[in-house]
């Protein structure tokens, strides 16, 4: 991962503020700059949506190697209403690893216990099939090339 995971949970009493992180430090009520931070980072990202996937209100947002995975927690607000959880970040290179992957999944299941939060269980499997979708670690492009290479050498051995 190229920068820290940064996340942002709703308050389900809907008037303490939201929570917020950074890697693994919890930000208080007062740090506002790095809050805010945050907010932009989440405002940018889902400014681009280049290429989102849903299911059931789970979500994967990527944009270049920048992506937000947001899920929601079994509790819900005061108003029943499903609480989203928010996870932004980078990628070192243009495709995700699986461990990667599972680096992300764990952080965001990190988070949501420390605020006494359990996500989905769909949302969960959602996200490590929706990264796979957008990012195999199987790319058949590689097999595309590797056997049009070798055509290309058994037309012209047969050409000379």
Known sequence: ?????CFKAQSLDNTSPDHYQIGTDLLTDNDTIRRQEIADKIADIMRQRSFPLKSNGAELILYRRKFLAQVHAVQTDE???????????????????RADVQCVIQALEDFAAKINRTIEPEHIKFLGSAFEQVNPARS?????????????????????
């Open 1 to 5: 991962m190229n920068a820290s995971l």
């Open 79 to 97: 108003a029943e209403r499903r609480a989203p959880i928010i996870c932004i970040g980078e990628f070192d290179q243009k495709r995700a690893s």
């Open 140 to 160: 058949v492009w590689p097999w595309i090339l590797a056997i049009g290479l070798i055509l290309s050498l058994i037309l012209l051995t047969l050409y000379l």
